[in-house]
């Protein structure tokens, strides 16, 4: 069964704190994603990456950055965390055939 | 460059009713069109996609979608509602062989007694 994992179901972090989203996938795949989601806005890429290595903006990277050191995990990095990054995050892996395997998402708080 | 427009935001159907969500897409290529679903405190799992063979398309739990070019419309049916937990459903779309999958803002499906 293909799985997608992530770090954690929620966290809770302060204003200005530097913050690790981590995600494992175990497919073998070469594409990962960073969405965040919120309430009537949907899903919105932060970041995408085809390779190792690799790296792609997407639609919102500003505050962001990535990190894809291994095929199977890439890391979502919030600098200097606001409290307008509160939101649900989600990874999501793709191989050949376009469907996107989500994880089950990290709950960011900001306070 | 691609969009995806879901007409409301919830839908509310009573058990054993058809249900019928929305999906009006914009592409400029051919595209791959997707249905995903996604319960409560979850991550979003593929119901149905559409990959330019058959253009009635049946997916997971009953559910099926028709492809319409003519409308660019890839509208989510299933014949009869089964209580469960609300879900919100999100219609995608991405470019035959491109990286970016583009999402509506999602529906959500409440299936009341």
């Known amino acids: 069964d293909v799985k997608v994992t992530q770090s954690s179901r929620y966290l809770v972090k302060r204003t200005g704190e530097k913050v690790f989203l981590e995600c494992v996938q175990d497919?073998?795949?070469?594409?990962m994603f960073w969405y965040r989601q919120d309430p009537g806005l949907g899903l919105r890429l932060i970041y995408f990456?085809?390779?190792?290595?690799?790296?792609e903006k997407g639609d919102i990277p500003e505050g962001y950055s990535v990190s894809r050191e291994k095929k199977e995990r890439f890391s979502l990095i919030l600098e200097s965390a606001s409290t307008n990054q509160t939101s649900m995050y989600l990874c999501?892996?793709?191989?050949?055939?376009?469907?996107?395997?989500f994880g089950p998402g990290t709950r960011l708080t900001v306070l | 460059a691609q969009s995806v427009t879901q007409l409301g935001s919830h839908v509310s159907v009573s058990e054993g009713a058809l249900v019928l969500l929305r999906c009006n897409y914009s592409s400029s290529v051919p595209p791959y069109l997707f249905w995903y679903v996604q319960y409560p405190n979850q991550g979003l799992q593929l119901l149905l996609k559409?990959?330019?063979?058959?253009?009635l398309v049946k997916g997971i739990n009953g559910f099926e979608a028709e492809f319409k070019k003519s409308e660019t419309s890839f509208h989510l049916t299933k014949p009869s509602a089964v209580m469960s937990v609300a879900a919100e459903c999100f219609c995608?779309?991405?470019?035959?062989?491109?990286?970016?999958?583009?999402f509506g803002a999602g529906t959500r499906l409440f299936v009341k007694a």
């Open positions: 559409y990959t330019s063979a058959a253009t």
């Open positions: 999501a892996s793709s191989g050949v055939s376009d469907t996107q395997y």
């Open positions: 990456s085809y390779d190792v290595k690799m790296k």
């Open positions: 497919m073998d795949h070469e594409n």
């Open positions: 995608a779309v991405s470019a035959t062989g491109g990286f970016k999958t583009i």
